[in-house]
């Protein structure tokens, strides 16, 4: 499952991270997550929290709003 009810879309996310070229690793780090949760966000079998949705989307070099498929409500940050 690739998109979560608040709009967050993995495929998105898998896309971003393949037009920048960045590791795992290095979106772990960058994001201040671990790298199993980065594993996890790419596979949609975790949602990101709110708070660590723009640190992601920095680290692939777009925007959080880039990587919903709507306007989530919780987090408004989208």
Do not use: H, N, W
Request: with cysteine; hydrophobic share 40%; charged share 20%.
């Amino acid at each position: 499952m690739s998109e979560t009810p608040y709009g967050f879309d993995a495929a998105k996310l898998r896309a971003a991270r393949s037009a920048a070229g960045v590791s795992v690793p290095r979106i772990a780090r960058q994001a201040r997550v671990s790298e199993r949760a980065v594993s996890l966000y790419l596979a949609g079998s975790r949602v990101p929290r709110p708070e660590v949705l723009p640190r992601l989307a920095a680290a692939v070099g777009v925007g959080p709003d880039d990587l919903c498929t709507s306007v989530p409500p919780l987090c408004g940050r989208c």
